[in-house]
């Protein structure tokens, strides 16, 4: 496997058991939740599949299990199928690691990729990241995910685009 590299990090304290973390990062019914109405499929093991599905069941994202320790830490590599323009993008890991903290937890997502990814193709993760783990964190400490509306950062879409398979 190439030699992944961090690329973005977002640390997020959540005032809930490590294992509710876990089940709302692995469970298809709780992604909806927070997800833009995306549902994970994980197969829970190493080696296992993860696909991420749009609400209309078309696959999002897709990739390979290569760490799984519940409650604990969670990787899997994430390619984009689709928009078919972000398939030209190599796969990246994606990683979450659990940490008690208190009555809360600690928990860290990485990003992390095998090449030089220009800043505007970055951007898109480092602004959608931290609102999935927002709404994340809002639905399990008040029971309701807030309905962030995104847009792709300016200049993310072209610099995907110019990029040749």
Not at 148 to 154: F, Q, S, T, V
Request: net charge positive.
């Amino acid at each position: 496997m190439a030699k992944f590299k961090p690329k973005t990090v977002y640390v997020i304290f959540i005032a809930a058991p490590a294992d509710k973390v876990w089940q709302a990062l692995t469970s298809t019914e709780f992604t909806k939740k927070y997800f833009w109405e995306r549902s994970v499929e994980i197969e829970p093991k190493v080696g296992g599949s993860f696909t991420l599905r749009l609400p209309d069941g078309r696959v999002n994202v897709r990739g390979k299990v290569t760490e799984y320790d519940p409650p604990r830490k969670l990787t899997y590599t994430w390619h984009v199928e689709w928009p078919e323009d972000f398939s030209k993008l190599p796969e990246c890991l994606v990683s979450y690691e659990i940490v008690p903290a208190g009555d809360a937890v600690r928990l860290t997502m990485t990003e992390s990729h095998s090449w030089d990814v220009p800043e505007a193709i970055l951007s898109g993760g480092r602004v959608g990241w931290p609102a999935v783990l927002s709404a994340l964190k809002s639905l399990l400490e008040t029971g309701k995910a807030p309905a962030i509306k995104m847009e792709p950062p300016l200049g993310m879409i072209d610099a995907i685009r110019k990029l040749k398979r």
